[in-house]
């Protein structure tokens, strides 16, 4: 199984950026042929999904309150993936996982729901400042 670390987060103003990473360890051999996806949570309210990535990095979904605003993408030869977050609001304060897929080469065609992911990270605060 893979441990996944997330990092990048932070404190930042409303319209700023921030690019979250996501690194794999453990068995990473097969990190490649696995969707990778951000959710995030913040206080008080369920886990939602934000964005996702298939394994080829050549499909990619988002919750439609970060569309044109947030850039999932990866980077199979380091196990990593990256969330870049632009023009933050202050309602985009949370705490943000990264997730593994259960399957292996799953076929992308939007967004996957909590149940989907097998691996998650312990998260990364992101603050927004209004």
């Known amino acids: 199984q893979v441990q996944l670390l997330e990092s990048g987060g932070g404190l930042v103003q409303a319209g700023e950026s921030l690019t979250l990473t996501c690194a794999a360890s453990?068995?990473?051999?097969?990190?490649?042929?696995?969707?990778m996806a951000w959710f995030r949570q913040a206080p008080g309210k369920e886990r939602e999904f934000v964005a996702i990535i298939n394994w080829r990095g050549s499909s990619m979904f988002y919750a439609d309150s970060v569309k044109g605003r947030f850039t999932i993408s990866r980077d199979n030869w380091k196990n990593t993936v990256y969330l870049q977050m632009a023009a933050l609001k202050p309602e985009d304060t949370a705490i943000y996982y990264c997730?593994?897929?259960?399957?292996?080469?799953?076929?992308?065609?939007?967004?996957?729901?909590?149940?989907?992911?097998?691996?998650w990270g312990q998260g990364t605060q992101v603050t927004v400042s209004s």
């Open positions: 997730a593994a897929d259960r399957n292996m080469q799953r076929a992308v065609t939007g967004p996957l729901g909590f149940f989907d992911f097998g691996s």
């Open positions: 453990g068995h990473t051999g097969t990190f490649s042929l696995y969707a």
